[in-house]
């Protein structure tokens, strides 16, 4: 019997996309309908013109429906921005019983209390993703049902969002007569398209590049340590390109993508770009090396200041299975040499291996946070058959 498709739908930056996702015979997820259309009223992936933003998502859902033959009235929802950040949170539960032995009950609380947290009046909890548990003094302990203690302890990182500028997005989507499911955030989303469990047990970075923001995550033994979002993307290189030639945002664009580079190129950088002629702007050149500068410097600048957070943390010596990067800016030139160079480890593109109908677009990458959306909605289904169960699901798919 033929199961009810999942519908995800992305407000990025740059790009709208509304995705249509149905399990094949062997249970994997395949694309069957993708919509996609220029963002406009989105500004670091938050709304600023209401009407722009939801006329962009209905001609995206338009598309979508034409060529999956289906028909749109809900989606799963992704969420980014500067004001969503992950926190570390833990819970005490006091065992009762007379042996002192945990229980499943015991653990069922300790993950309702998790989920309940408290938070500031303009604060909403995306997620609650699972760290390790602690039975008295002793932690690390994955699964503590049949042992004794006093203490039962679960820690775990929350992904907080602005109430609001969440609310807004939604808005945007209901203002077409469409019902959100659930929120859920980009990073989260990405690391289940692209990801393998190999990599989150033996230590992985994921950068998710967009047009207005940059997500990363740490994975190590199977689990989640670090979230963080930066409200810097490949729309601040356009901008710094723009100022330093004197050109319109549109031109920079284009030059960053065509002839851009995260390194400078000694060989390259000897050249000039020539500019030809458009309607109200003549032709001229501009210097290939200054190009390289100019977005080497932007780029060293943001993954730096990811390497700062890991080097505090303590998670950059965790990366056995090196950097993957998702998002448009994954195609930049160099940009993987660059992640080499400061993390001092490995760098790939991840493009989505655990969703199918992805191999044939261009830069599949930049499909990384719709293709996860559609799996996260599609494993929660299957599960719950709930909206609760969008949030129970992470004990499936991360481990724990």
Same mark, same amino acid.
């Given at each position: 019997?033929?199961?009810?498709?999942?519908?995800?739908?992305?407000?990025?930056?740059?790009?709208?996309?509304?995705?249509?996702?149905?399990?094949?015979?062997?249970?994997?997820?395949?694309?069957?309908?993708?919509?996609?259309?220029?963002?406009?009223?989105?500004?670091?992936?938050?709304?600023?013109?209401?009407?722009?933003?939801?006329?962009?998502?209905?001609?995206?859902?338009?598309?979508?429906?034409?060529?999956?033959?289906?028909?749109?009235?809900?989606?799963?929802?992704?969420?980014?921005?500067?004001? *969503?950040?992950?926190?570390?949170?833990?819970?005490?539960?006091? *065992?009762?019983?007379?042996?002192?032995?945990?229980?499943?009950?015991?653990?069922?609380?300790?993950?309702?209390?998790?989920?309940?947290?408290?938070?500031?009046?303009?604060?909403?909890?995306?997620?609650?993703?699972?760290?390790?548990?602690?039975?008295?003094?002793?932690?690390?302990?994955?699964?503590?049902?049949?042992?004794?203690?006093?203490?039962?302890?679960?820690?775990?990182?929350?992904?907080?969002?602005?109430?609001?500028?969440?609310?807004?997005?939604?808005?945007?989507?209901?203002?077409?007569?469409?019902?959100?499911?659930?929120?859920?955030?980009?990073?989260?989303?990405?690391?289940?398209?692209?990801?393998?469990?190999?990599?989150?047990?033996?230590?992985v970075l994921l950068i998710d590049l967009g047009a207005g923001t940059t997500t990363a995550?740490?994975?190590?033994?199977?689990?989640?340590?670090?979230?963080?979002?930066?409200?810097?993307?490949?729309?601040?290189?356009?901008?710094?390109?723009?100022?330093?030639?004197? *050109?319109?945002?549109?031109?920079?664009?284009?030059?960053?993508?065509?002839?851009?580079?995260?390194?400078?190129?000694?060989?390259?950088?000897?050249?000039?770009?020539?500019?030809p002629e458009e309607v109200g702007f003549d032709n001229r050149t501009?210097?290939?090396?200054?190009?390289?500068? *100019?977005?080497?410097?932007?780029?060293?600048?943001?993954?730096?200041?990811?390497?700062?957070?890991?080097?505090?943390?303590?998670?950059?010596?965790?990366?056995?299975?090196?950097?993957?990067?998702?998002?448009?800016?994954?195609?930049?030139?160099?940009?993987?040499?660059?992640?080499?160079?400061?993390?001092?480890?490995?760098?790939?593109?991840?493009?989505?291996?655990?969703?199918?109908?992805?191999?044939?677009?261009?830069?599949?990458?930049?499909?990384?946070?719709?293709?996860?959306?559609?799996?996260?909605?599609?494993?929660?289904?299957?599960?719950?058959?709930?909206?609760?169960?969008?949030?129970?699901?992470?004990?499936?798919?991360?481990?724990?």
């Amino acid at each position: 019997m033929r199961r009810d498709p999942v519908v995800a739908l992305e407000i990025g930056t740059s790009r709208t996309v509304v995705c249509v996702g149905e399990p094949d015979d062997n249970g994997r997820m395949r694309v069957t309908g993708l919509g996609t259309y220029p963002t406009t009223g989105v500004r670091k992936g938050q709304i600023i013109d209401f009407k722009q933003a939801s006329n962009g998502v209905e001609s995206a859902r338009v598309e979508a429906e034409d060529k999956a033959e289906v028909s749109i009235w809900q989606a799963l929802i992704s969420a980014t921005g500067g004001h *969503i950040e992950g926190k570390p949170y833990r819970e005490v539960l006091p *065992i009762e019983s007379s042996d002192k032995v945990v229980c499943q009950a015991d653990m069922t609380d300790l993950d309702e209390l998790l989920s309940t947290p408290p938070l500031e009046s303009e604060q909403v909890l995306l997620h609650s993703l699972h760290q390790s548990y602690s039975v008295d003094d002793q932690h690390g302990v994955s699964d503590p049902k049949g042992m004794q203690c006093k203490m039962l302890e679960r820690s775990a990182i929350n992904i907080q969002a602005n109430k609001n500028r969440i609310d807004n997005l939604k808005r945007v989507v209901e203002d077409i007569k469409m019902d959100v499911i659930d929120v859920a955030f980009d990073g989260v989303s990405a690391s289940l398209a692209v990801l393998t469990a190999a990599q989150k047990r033996d230590g992985v970075l994921l950068i998710d590049l967009g047009a207005g923001t940059t997500t990363a995550m740490t994975f190590y033994g199977q689990l989640i340590s670090d979230i963080f979002c930066l409200g810097i993307g490949g729309d601040h290189t356009t901008h710094d390109i723009a100022t330093g030639f004197n *050109i319109p945002l549109m031109r920079a664009e284009q030059v960053k993508c065509k002839h851009g580079s995260a390194l400078v190129n000694s060989e390259v950088s000897k050249g000039r770009i020539e500019l030809p002629e458009e309607v109200g702007f003549d032709n001229r050149t501009i210097s290939a090396k200054s190009l390289q500068v *100019i977005i080497n410097a932007r780029m060293d600048e943001l993954f730096k200041i990811i390497r700062a957070r890991l080097d505090e943390r303590g998670f950059l010596c965790q990366l056995g299975a090196g950097v993957v990067l998702t998002g448009g800016g994954a195609y930049l030139k160099g940009v993987t040499e660059l992640a080499e160079r400061i993390f001092g480890t490995s760098c790939r593109i991840g493009v989505p291996i655990n969703v199918d109908g992805f191999d044939n677009l261009d830069k599949p990458a930049s499909y990384a946070t719709i293709a996860g959306l559609v799996k996260y909605g599609f494993d929660a289904n299957s599960r719950l058959k709930t909206k609760s169960g969008f949030w129970s699901m992470f004990k499936s798919l991360f481990g724990w």
